[in-house]
Protein backbone atom coordinates (compact mmCIF):
# COMPACT_ATOMS: atom_id res chain seq x y z
CA UNK A 1 0.00 0.00 0.00
CA UNK A 2 1.35 3.40 -0.42
CA UNK A 3 2.24 5.85 2.13
CA UNK A 4 -0.75 8.08 0.78
CA UNK A 5 -3.32 5.53 1.44
CA UNK A 6 -1.38 4.55 4.89
CA UNK A 7 -2.24 7.86 5.82
CA UNK A 8 -5.61 8.21 5.01
CA UNK A 9 -6.76 4.94 5.97
CA UNK A 10 -4.55 4.22 9.28
CA UNK A 11 -5.37 6.84 12.55
CA UNK A 12 -7.97 6.31 14.68
CA UNK A 13 -11.27 7.23 13.28
CA UNK A 14 -14.83 7.42 15.21
CA UNK A 15 -18.07 6.48 13.48
CA UNK A 16 -21.03 7.56 14.71
CA UNK A 17 -23.76 5.58 14.00
CA UNK A 18 -27.37 6.58 13.31
CA UNK A 19 -26.93 9.14 14.87
CA UNK A 20 -29.33 12.25 14.07
CA UNK A 21 -28.21 15.12 12.18
CA UNK A 22 -29.89 17.15 14.45
CA UNK A 23 -27.56 15.56 17.05
CA UNK A 24 -24.54 15.86 15.45
CA UNK A 25 -23.91 18.40 12.44
CA UNK A 26 -21.63 18.87 9.79
CA UNK A 27 -19.94 22.05 11.46
CA UNK A 28 -19.44 19.97 14.60
CA UNK A 29 -17.56 17.35 12.86
CA UNK A 30 -14.99 20.15 11.20
CA UNK A 31 -14.62 21.52 14.67
CA UNK A 32 -14.02 18.30 16.23
CA UNK A 33 -11.13 17.62 13.75
CA UNK A 34 -9.62 20.53 14.40
CA UNK A 35 -9.44 19.33 17.99
CA UNK A 36 -7.78 16.17 16.35
CA UNK A 37 -10.81 13.89 16.71
CA UNK A 38 -11.67 12.60 12.97
CA UNK A 39 -15.51 11.77 13.42
CA UNK A 40 -18.03 9.95 10.39
CA UNK A 41 -21.51 9.77 10.75
CA UNK A 42 -22.98 6.67 9.42
CA UNK A 43 -26.63 6.72 8.78
CA UNK A 44 -29.45 4.09 7.77
CA UNK A 45 -30.70 3.84 4.73
CA UNK A 46 -32.17 2.12 2.16
CA UNK A 47 -29.49 1.74 -0.12
CA UNK A 48 -27.53 -0.59 2.01
CA UNK A 49 -28.36 -2.28 5.72
CA UNK A 50 -26.61 -0.90 8.59
CA UNK A 51 -25.11 -3.63 9.91
CA UNK A 52 -23.48 -4.10 6.31
CA UNK A 53 -21.71 -1.03 6.95
CA UNK A 54 -20.60 -1.45 10.06
CA UNK A 55 -19.01 -4.66 9.22
CA UNK A 56 -17.15 -3.05 5.60
CA UNK A 57 -15.68 0.04 8.20
CA UNK A 58 -14.34 -2.53 10.51
CA UNK A 59 -12.62 -4.28 7.42
CA UNK A 60 -10.88 -1.66 6.59
CA UNK A 61 -10.20 0.80 9.23
CA UNK A 62 -7.99 -1.52 11.77
CA UNK A 63 -8.86 1.94 14.25
CA UNK A 64 -12.08 2.46 14.49
CA UNK A 65 -14.03 3.35 17.47
CA UNK A 66 -18.10 3.22 17.43
CA UNK A 67 -20.82 5.27 19.00
CA UNK A 68 -24.04 3.76 18.40
CA UNK A 69 -27.60 6.51 18.67
CA UNK A 70 -29.82 3.24 20.53
CA UNK A 71 -32.63 5.54 20.58
CA UNK A 72 -33.09 5.50 16.80
CA UNK A 73 -35.25 2.84 15.33
CA UNK A 74 -33.35 0.61 12.46
CA UNK A 75 -36.19 -2.08 11.05
CA UNK A 76 -34.45 -5.58 11.31
CA UNK A 77 -31.69 -3.86 14.82
CA UNK A 78 -32.24 -4.63 18.11
CA UNK A 79 -29.84 -2.19 19.46
CA UNK A 80 -29.30 -4.38 22.42
CA UNK A 81 -28.38 -8.02 20.81
CA UNK A 82 -26.54 -6.43 17.90
CA UNK A 83 -24.28 -4.58 20.22
CA UNK A 84 -23.55 -7.06 22.17
CA UNK A 85 -23.01 -9.50 19.34
CA UNK A 86 -20.60 -6.95 17.85
CA UNK A 87 -18.66 -6.68 21.14
CA UNK A 88 -18.14 -10.86 21.53
CA UNK A 89 -16.86 -11.18 17.84
CA UNK A 90 -14.86 -8.13 17.45
CA UNK A 91 -13.92 -7.70 21.24
CA UNK A 92 -9.71 -6.94 20.40
CA UNK A 93 -10.79 -5.36 17.07
CA UNK A 94 -12.83 -2.26 17.75
CA UNK A 95 -13.80 -0.17 20.37
CA UNK A 96 -17.99 0.47 21.52
CA UNK A 97 -20.18 3.10 23.11
CA UNK A 98 -23.30 4.27 23.41
CA UNK A 99 -25.27 7.24 22.72
CA UNK A 100 -28.75 7.92 23.94
CA UNK A 101 -31.36 10.85 24.45
CA UNK A 102 -31.27 11.82 28.65
CA UNK A 103 -33.73 9.52 30.58
CA UNK A 104 -35.93 11.48 32.97
CA UNK A 105 -36.42 8.62 34.60
CA UNK A 106 -33.14 7.33 36.64
CA UNK A 107 -34.30 3.55 37.03
CA UNK A 108 -34.39 3.02 33.35
CA UNK A 109 -31.10 5.14 33.21
CA UNK A 110 -28.99 3.19 35.55
CA UNK A 111 -30.45 0.17 33.92
CA UNK A 112 -29.38 0.94 30.44
CA UNK A 113 -26.10 1.92 31.45
CA UNK A 114 -25.61 -1.87 33.57
CA UNK A 115 -26.59 -3.21 30.50
CA UNK A 116 -24.04 -2.08 28.26
CA UNK A 117 -21.21 -1.06 30.19
CA UNK A 118 -21.26 -4.42 32.76
CA UNK A 119 -23.22 -6.87 31.27
CA UNK A 120 -21.77 -6.14 27.22
CA UNK A 121 -18.69 -5.15 28.54
CA UNK A 122 -18.20 -1.93 26.15
CA UNK A 123 -15.42 0.60 26.90
CA UNK A 124 -16.58 3.78 25.45
CA UNK A 125 -19.59 4.52 28.08
CA UNK A 126 -22.72 5.19 27.64
CA UNK A 127 -23.69 9.21 26.59
CA UNK A 128 -26.69 10.30 27.38
CA UNK A 129 -27.21 13.67 24.88
CA UNK A 130 -29.03 16.68 25.99
CA UNK A 131 -31.73 18.46 23.80
CA UNK A 132 -29.66 21.42 23.11
CA UNK A 133 -26.86 20.92 20.78
CA UNK A 134 -24.39 23.64 22.34
CA UNK A 135 -24.27 21.29 25.16
CA UNK A 136 -23.97 18.33 23.59
CA UNK A 137 -20.30 19.94 21.37
CA UNK A 138 -18.84 20.11 24.96
CA UNK A 139 -20.05 16.88 26.27
CA UNK A 140 -19.15 14.46 23.22
CA UNK A 141 -15.84 16.43 23.14
CA UNK A 142 -15.10 15.35 26.57
CA UNK A 143 -16.40 11.72 25.56
CA UNK A 144 -13.71 11.81 22.72
CA UNK A 145 -10.60 13.26 25.00
CA UNK A 146 -11.74 10.37 27.68
CA UNK A 147 -11.34 7.52 25.68
CA UNK A 148 -8.38 8.85 23.28
CA UNK A 149 -10.25 9.61 20.17
CA UNK A 150 -7.20 11.44 18.43
CA UNK A 151 -5.16 8.52 19.05
CA UNK A 152 -1.61 8.84 19.09
CA UNK A 153 -1.48 12.41 17.16
CA UNK A 154 -1.75 15.90 18.41
CA UNK A 155 -3.07 17.02 15.10
CA UNK A 156 -4.89 15.72 11.92
CA UNK A 157 -2.87 16.10 9.09
CA UNK A 158 -4.03 16.54 5.59
CA UNK A 159 -1.71 15.08 2.58
CA UNK A 160 -1.97 17.66 -0.36
CA UNK A 161 -2.11 17.06 -4.05
CA UNK A 162 0.50 17.95 -6.71
CA UNK A 163 -1.03 21.62 -6.84
CA UNK A 164 -0.09 22.43 -3.59
CA UNK A 165 2.68 24.58 -3.30
CA UNK A 166 4.29 26.77 -1.10
CA UNK A 167 6.77 29.31 -1.68
CA UNK A 168 9.23 32.12 0.18
CA UNK A 169 12.30 33.60 0.36
CA UNK A 170 15.21 33.65 2.89
CA UNK A 171 18.45 35.18 2.64
CA UNK A 172 18.22 36.67 -1.01
CA UNK A 173 17.15 32.80 -2.29
CA UNK A 174 13.76 32.08 -3.76
CA UNK A 175 12.29 28.09 -2.90
CA UNK A 176 9.24 26.83 -4.56
CA UNK A 177 8.32 24.30 -3.10
CA UNK A 178 5.94 20.63 -3.43
CA UNK A 179 3.31 21.17 -0.40
CA UNK A 180 3.11 17.63 1.01
CA UNK A 181 1.09 17.19 4.58
CA UNK A 182 -0.42 20.02 6.61
CA UNK A 183 -1.97 20.44 10.09
CA UNK A 184 -2.70 23.31 12.20
CA UNK A 185 0.82 23.01 13.47
CA UNK A 186 3.02 22.45 11.10
CA UNK A 187 3.59 21.83 7.05
CA UNK A 188 6.08 20.50 5.39
CA UNK A 189 7.43 20.41 2.07
CA UNK A 190 10.39 19.14 -1.14
CA UNK A 191 12.47 21.15 -3.02
CA UNK A 192 14.98 19.91 -5.59
CA UNK A 193 18.27 20.08 -4.45
CA UNK A 194 19.85 20.86 -1.18
CA UNK A 195 18.37 23.36 1.58
CA UNK A 196 20.52 26.67 2.61
CA UNK A 197 18.29 27.70 5.39
CA UNK A 198 19.87 26.63 8.58
CA UNK A 199 17.52 24.66 11.13
CA UNK A 200 15.41 26.74 13.50
CA UNK A 201 15.34 29.74 11.43
CA UNK A 202 12.44 31.90 10.45
CA UNK A 203 10.77 32.33 7.20
CA UNK A 204 8.75 35.00 6.96
CA UNK A 205 5.75 35.46 4.43
CA UNK A 206 5.76 31.89 2.82
CA UNK A 207 2.58 32.09 0.50
CA UNK A 208 1.11 28.46 0.33
CA UNK A 209 -1.14 27.48 -1.95
CA UNK A 210 -3.62 24.62 -0.57
CA UNK A 211 -5.84 23.05 -2.78
CA UNK A 212 -7.22 26.61 -3.87
CA UNK A 213 -6.93 28.39 -0.16
CA UNK A 214 -4.28 30.83 -0.58
CA UNK A 215 -2.70 32.56 2.53
CA UNK A 216 0.55 33.58 3.78
CA UNK A 217 2.37 33.30 7.45
CA UNK A 218 5.67 32.77 8.94
CA UNK A 219 7.40 29.67 9.76
CA UNK A 220 10.33 28.24 11.77
CA UNK A 221 12.27 25.39 10.47
CA UNK A 222 12.41 22.23 12.48
CA UNK A 223 13.99 19.25 10.52
CA UNK A 224 15.38 19.20 7.25
CA UNK A 225 16.57 15.58 5.48
CA UNK A 226 17.90 15.21 2.30
CA UNK A 227 16.67 12.20 0.21
CA UNK A 228 17.38 11.16 -3.33
CA UNK A 229 18.43 14.75 -4.56
CA UNK A 230 15.07 16.32 -2.71
CA UNK A 231 15.14 18.38 0.44
CA UNK A 232 12.41 17.56 2.62
CA UNK A 233 11.63 20.62 5.04
CA UNK A 234 8.94 20.64 7.99
CA UNK A 235 8.57 23.88 9.46
CA UNK A 236 6.16 24.78 12.27
CA UNK A 237 3.84 28.03 12.24
CA UNK A 238 4.16 31.38 14.37
CA UNK A 239 2.30 33.89 14.23
CA UNK A 240 3.29 37.83 13.42
CA UNK A 241 4.37 38.20 17.68
CA UNK A 242 6.96 34.99 17.23
CA UNK A 243 4.64 32.72 19.26
CA UNK A 244 3.91 29.30 18.15
CA UNK A 245 0.91 28.57 16.29
CA UNK A 246 -1.66 29.99 13.82
CA UNK A 247 -3.16 33.92 13.73
CA UNK A 248 -6.44 33.48 14.64
CA UNK A 249 -8.26 34.70 11.73
CA UNK A 250 -6.15 31.96 9.57
CA UNK A 251 -7.00 29.04 11.57
CA UNK A 252 -10.69 28.46 11.36
CA UNK A 253 -10.33 28.55 7.08
CA UNK A 254 -7.47 26.67 7.39
CA UNK A 255 -9.07 24.03 9.44
CA UNK A 256 -12.45 23.97 7.35
CA UNK A 257 -10.13 23.18 4.82
CA UNK A 258 -8.09 20.62 6.23
CA UNK A 259 -11.55 18.81 7.15
CA UNK A 260 -12.43 18.71 3.59
CA UNK A 261 -8.87 17.21 2.30
CA UNK A 262 -8.78 14.72 4.78
CA UNK A 263 -12.73 13.51 5.38
CA UNK A 264 -13.56 14.01 1.23
CA UNK A 265 -10.98 11.00 0.94
CA UNK A 266 -13.02 8.68 3.82
CA UNK A 267 -16.23 9.43 2.84
CA UNK A 268 -15.33 8.59 -0.94
CA UNK A 269 -14.24 5.14 0.29
CA UNK A 270 -17.47 4.71 2.90
CA UNK A 271 -19.67 5.39 -0.12
CA UNK A 272 -18.13 3.27 -2.84
CA UNK A 273 -18.41 0.16 -0.29
CA UNK A 274 -21.95 1.09 0.64
CA UNK A 275 -22.76 1.67 -3.01
CA UNK A 276 -21.14 -2.16 -3.60
CA UNK A 277 -23.29 -3.85 -0.80
CA UNK A 278 -26.31 -2.46 -1.62
CA UNK A 279 -26.40 -3.78 -5.17
CA UNK A 280 -25.04 -6.98 -3.51
CA UNK A 281 -28.55 -8.08 -2.88
CA UNK A 282 -29.23 -7.74 -6.43
CA UNK A 283 -26.64 -9.13 -8.17
CA UNK A 284 -24.56 -11.87 -6.89
CA UNK A 285 -21.41 -10.43 -8.51
CA UNK A 286 -21.28 -7.56 -6.27
CA UNK A 287 -18.24 -7.21 -4.08
CA UNK A 288 -18.97 -8.01 -0.01
CA UNK A 289 -15.86 -8.09 1.07
CA UNK A 290 -12.81 -5.15 0.85
CA UNK A 291 -9.53 -4.65 1.52
CA UNK A 292 -7.34 -0.90 2.38
CA UNK A 293 -5.40 -1.65 -1.64
CA UNK A 294 -8.92 -1.83 -3.33
CA UNK A 295 -9.13 2.06 -2.95
CA UNK A 296 -5.69 3.00 -3.97
CA UNK A 297 -7.10 4.58 -7.09
CA UNK A 298 -9.48 7.07 -5.17
CA UNK A 299 -6.44 8.44 -2.88
Not at 204 to 223: Q, V
Request: proline share 3%; hydrophobic share 40%; glycine share 4%.
Amino acid sequence: MSKATDDIIEGRKTFFVAAEPSLLPDSYLADYLARGYEIYVVPDDRNCPLHKKVEAIISIFQDAMFFFYIDAKIPGISWEYYIKSLQEHYADDILIGVLYLKRNNETERKELERYYLFDVGIQCGCIALEYQKAKNFLLIERVMFANQASGKRKNVRAICDANSKVTFSYNNTNYSCQLNDISLSHFSCTIGGESYIPQYEKVSDALIDLNGLHFKTDAILMMQRLTNHNTLLMFIFVKANDQQGLDEDLKPRLAEKIYQLVTNKVKTILQLMFDELGRSDRDPGARTEFRAEDFRQFL
